[in-house]
T-cell receptor, first 109, second 114 residues
Framework: QKEVEQNSGPLSVPEGAIASLNCTYS??????FFWYRQYSGKSPELIMS????GDKEDGRFTAQLNKASQYVSLLIRDSQPSDSATYLC?????????FGTGTSLTVIP | KAGVTQTPRYLIKTRGQQVTLSCSPI?????VSWYQQTPGQGLQFLFE???????NKGNFPGRFSGRQFSNSRSEMNVSTLELGDSALYLC?????????????FGQGTRLTVV
C-alpha cells in the first residue's frame, strides 16, 4: 500500500523563525513530489514541486528530497503569520497522487 | 489561463437525495481526480479519470460514481445521500505525465446533507 506520512502537528514557530515540515513515503517508484498549502476552509494550493534529489529554493520556501531515505521536507524561512495553514505533502506514483494528512503550522506574531 | 472550476460551490441536500458535482479542468489537462475532505481528515481519494476512462478508484461505496466527457470535464454523482457524506469535495486536474506533472485544485464544492 502506498503511503505518505506526515507529523500532524500542530507545529508552532515564532514569526521570523524557520519552520521545518517533514514527510516520508513508502513507494520507491515515486518520481514527483509536491507541497501544498491549505488555509482553513479553502482548497489546497500548490507551493512547491521537486523531482530530483537535493534542494530546490523558491523565495522563502526550500524543498528537500532524499530518494534513498524516501524523505521530503519543506523549510519556510522568515515565517510570517500568513504562513499559518495546513501543509500537505503529495507524491505522484504511476498515474495517481497520494497525499499525507497534513501538518498544521501556526506562526506566532 | 483559467484554473480548475467546480460548480456549484455550495449545496444543501436532504438524506436520500442524489447530487451531481461538476469539474472543468485547466485547458489541456486530461486527468481529473476527485477527493473528499472532512474535518480532521486528509484528502480521501475517490477516483481519477483520464481520456474518459476511470483509471483509479478509491475505497468508497458504489453510491459514489463519476464520469468524464470528451472535453475532459468531469462529473461526480452521489446517490442516496447520507449525513456522513457532508464534506468538501475537491477535484484536481493535471497533464498526467509520469514525471513533472502537477495537480491543481478547484475551489471545491461544500456539500451539506441534512
Amino acid at each position: 500500500q502506498k503511503e505518505v506520512e506526515q507529523n500532524s502537528g500542530p507545529l508552532s514557530v515564532p514569526e521570523g523563525a524557520i519552520a521545518s515540515l517533514n514527510c516520508t513515503y513508502s513507494d520507491r517508484g515515486s518520481q514527483s513530489f509536491f507541497w501544498y498549502r491549505q488555509y482553513s476552509g479553502k482548497s489546497p494550493e500548490l507551493i512547491m514541486s521537486i523531482y530530483s534529489n537535493g534542494d530546490k529554493e523558491d523565495g522563502r520556501f526550500t524543498a528537500q528530497l532524499n530518494k534513498a531515505s524516501q524523505y521530503v521536507s519543506l523549510l519556510i524561512r522568515d515565517s510570517q503569520p500568513s504562513d499559518s495553514a495546513t501543509y500537505l505533502c503529495a507524491v505522484n506514483a504511476g498515474n495517481q497522487f497520494y497525499f499525507g494528512t497534513g501538518t498544521s503550522l501556526t506562526v506566532i506574531p | 489561463k483559467a484554473g480548475v472550476t467546480q460548480t456549484p460551490r455550495y449545496l444543501i441536500k436532504t438524506r436520500g437525495q442524489q447530487v451531481t458535482l461538476s469539474c472543468s479542468p485547466i485547458s489541456g489537462h486530461r486527468s481529473v481526480s476527485w477527493y473528499q475532505q472532512t474535518p480532521g481528515q486528509g484528502l480521501q481519494f475517490l477516483f481519477e479519470y483520464f481520456s474518459e476512462t476511470q483509471r483509479n478508484k478509491g475505497n468508497f461505496p458504489g453510491r459514489f460514481s463519476g464520469r468524464q466527457f470528451s472535453n475532459s470535464r468531469s462529473e461526480m454523482n452521489v446517490s442516496t445521500l447520507e449525513l456522513g457524506d457532508s464534506a468538501l469535495y475537491l477535484c484536481a486536474s493535471s497533464l498526467a505525465r509520469i514525471v513533472g506533472t502537477e495537480a491543481f485544485f478547484g475551489q471545491g464544492t461544500r456539500l451539506t446533507v441534512v
